[in-house]
């Protein structure tokens, strides 16, 4: 196939511009924060230091793809080596593709290393105090990590869309971030708005606005189900979990859709 | 002599400032296979918007272009094109040989000698020293040389040049010019931009002037030459020297300048005295003839 080819010039741009040292650097910050978060509780340091390294892992990793995206293609059309990699005989989908693949393999590598350098934290610093509620570092994590998977998934598929319309480098970090933002939060504050009527002066109000953006953002809040790795249970997964993860997944390839459109159509005047 | 390229009306206009401007207006010509077709024209003639519908990086042109007889529309018809544009932008983290490496992946050519085969571009176009150094690294000139090695790597049977030239030192330019005539000795048909008319003469077998996005001609160097010029220079040897003549090159060995209606008088009298001809070209300069063509046209400067 030669989209293996774009695919594999994609994966040594990002080796060259140096995203090995860059992982090194986040895992770093990442080691760092959950060994704090440890000495924070003393009943139950193992689930706080999962609990955290979760967080940053949904943190860093994407800005992980934003810099991935930045290089694959921003750098692309501002250093103009895009005309060279349109003149190529191959469709213009193929590069598309393969630099996303490329950004989607570089970001669930980062996301095992993250997993697996969390659980041997996590089973180190549970070593030294017994939890009533012990954490699951098994079925239950790689659950939790499936359902973040997806949700890098959708924010890459994003991310790439951006930079095709993006006129400024730091559109692509405001749209994904702002996006990410609010494609996981606004479920959450739906549901708090529900709880909590006087939380706010116009509840109503801003639970309608909130409630419209249920109708063009994918819940990916819904795909936080961290619950289930930290108390170890399956019970904190929703029901409707196929229809989350499968709106996320759907929403993700309209965008890849959409900017393969826009690629298509791009005049490189 | 099948095409390698061909253009059918075709136009293409952009929109600037809310005004129309006509970057292509209905242009048609065709490049035979093993021909050197070079495109003149004054900055923002068309030139490289005619390299940009041709590679289909500019996509919603009107007309037909074709290459081998495939539409440029198809991705596949850029399969047998190498192109090097005006100012190569490679990535620079890359080195030479890798760069080389990657164009063979790109065009999908698998070779078992692919290091040895890069390598012998590298060295046709003297950076085989810098084959591992970082294109960062490189200078201008040196980068334009892995443009042109990126683009022969391939061995394409059409070469689509941007001003190939430009950027390059005289011996640079030399060895340039070498290589693209042994490409074309060896069956390769070279489309190319040029502001250097001295290098259209040289190179090209026909050339197309442009100007506003009208293709004012296409003609051979010499048939514009001697179309635009009823003069010449004759060189030629002489047992005594002639009356009147122009410049002595040395001794026997005479130049003049002649007209066309002189001619003919002028060869009976040189053969009544044993003299014979060593050359006879047009006295203009195609240059001379370009800046004449775009007076024609109301174009002042280049």
Known sequence: MQIISDYKIALNIAYRARFLTIGFWLLLVLVTVVLIAAQFSGRQP???????????????????????????????????YILASMTYPRPRHHFFLGRLLAIFTCTMAGLVVMAVAIAILVTIIGQNYHQATPVSLGTHYIITLIFIAIDLSTIIAVSAFLSLIATTPSFIL??????????????????????????????????????????ILPDLGALDVRMTALYNSINFIPDNWPFIAISSLAYGLFFIGLALAILHKKQFN | ????????????????????????NNISFSVSEREVFGFVGPNGAGKSTTIKVMLDVISDYKGNISIYGNDAHDASSRRGIAYVPESPSIYEQFTPLEILKMALRMYGIRRTDENKHCMYWLEQFSIAQNANRKIRLLSKGNVQRVALAHAMVVEPRLLVLDEPLSGLDPVGRKDVVNILQDYKQSGGAIFFTSHVLHDVERIADRFGFINHGKLVTTRSPRELVTEHSDRFIVRFHATQQPDNVARTLREGEYEQDISQSEMPAWLDRLNQQGGHIINIQPATSLESVFFQILGEQGMKTI
């Open chain 1, 46 to 80: 193992a689930t706080v230091a999962l609990d955290i390294g979760i967080s940053a892992t949904r943190l860093l990793l994407p800005l992980l793809i934003v810099l991935l995206v930045q290089e694959l293609f921003t750098r692309e059309f501002d250093r103009r």
């Open chain 1, 174 to 215: 405001i749209g994904s971030f702002g996006f990410l933002i609010v494609a996981r939060s606004y479920s959450t504050i739906i549901a708090l708005l529900e709880q909590k009527h006087a939380l706010v002066a116009k509840q109503q109000l801003y639970h309608d606005s909130l409630g419209f953006l249920g109708y």
């Open chain 2, 1 to 24: 002599m099948s095409l390698a390229l061909e253009f059918s009306s075709v136009s293409k206009s952009f929109t600037k400032n809310g005004a129309q401007i006509d970057a292509l």
